[in-house]
């Protein structure tokens, strides 16, 4: 089993649509918890943190289920430039250092 | 444009070649990764560094692959040699981790990376 999984899509969804990623993790003591963006041909870059509170920020927000082991991004309104792989990015350790272990990723294409 | 530099952009070599890339984090940044990310798949660690020292290299195929930051500074990874299956974008990356305190932030700044395509 992959220590963190995700649903490859790709997720073919409307401008304007609500759509949302499930990303599983397997290690129960992760610690941190993110979403990177990474266009095509291009450089994976941090989209957002996930909090245990949530964590919203404008058109995308992200949850964490620790007693179930995963987190969501959830992306409101969309647009043509959202589409892009969504990394869902664990970092299994506690304490100093970025040990981080990505996800296949989630591609999202977002049509007129 | 990243600011994390990275060469060559794209490297085409034969099999049982030996090829070489190199990265130079931003400034600052104590730690320095590689990764190889196959089409289609998410990023994978390879070697980690902080300044000079290999943090973690348990997934890196050492009996053709090789990695070293000599200065704490650049890096340079080496494959030799190369086989089809090496072929992937290898990406560099660097983070902030200030000495004496924890760090988890999470965001990894990465260069454009190097495409190897091995023939």
């Known amino acids: 089993r992959k220590e963190v999984e995700q649903d490859p899509g790709p997720f073919n969804v409307p401008e304007g649509a609500t759509v949302a990623f499930n990303c599983t993790y397997s290690n129960s003591a992760s610690q941190s918890f993110f979403w990177y963006r990474q266009d095509c041909r291009k450089e994976p870059k941090l989209l957002m943190s996930?909090?245990?509170s949530g964590n919203e920020d404008g058109r995308f927000t992200a949850q964490l289920n620790r007693a179930s082991q995963y987190i969501s991004l959830l992306i409101r309104d969309s647009k043509l430039s959202d589409s892009a792989t969504y990394l869902c990015v664990v970092n299994p350790f506690g304490g100093a250092g970025n040990m981080l272990t990505f996800g296949g990723g989630t591609r999202l294409m977002v049509k007129p | 444009e990243a600011e994390v530099a990275q060469s060559p952009r794209y490297k085409i070599t034969e099999k049982s070649q030996a090829v070489a890339f190199w990265c130079d984090p931003i400034s600052g940044h104590a730690t320095l990764y590689w990764y190889r990310q196959i089409l289609g798949q998410g990023p994978e660690l390879l070697v980690q560094?902080?300044?000079?020292?290999?943090?973690?290299d348990s997934q890196l195929p050492k009996d053709r692959f090789s990695a070293e930051r000599l200065k704490g500074v650049d890096s340079t990874l080496k494959i030799q040699p190369a086989e089809l299956g090496d072929s992937a974008m290898y990406l560099c990356a660097s983070s902030l981790f200030p000495s004496g305190r924890e760090a988890n932030t999470g965001e990894l700044f990465f260069g454009e990376g190097s495409r190897l395509t091995v023939l």
């Open positions: 560094f902080q300044d000079e020292s290999v943090v973690d």
């Open positions: 996930v909090y245990s």
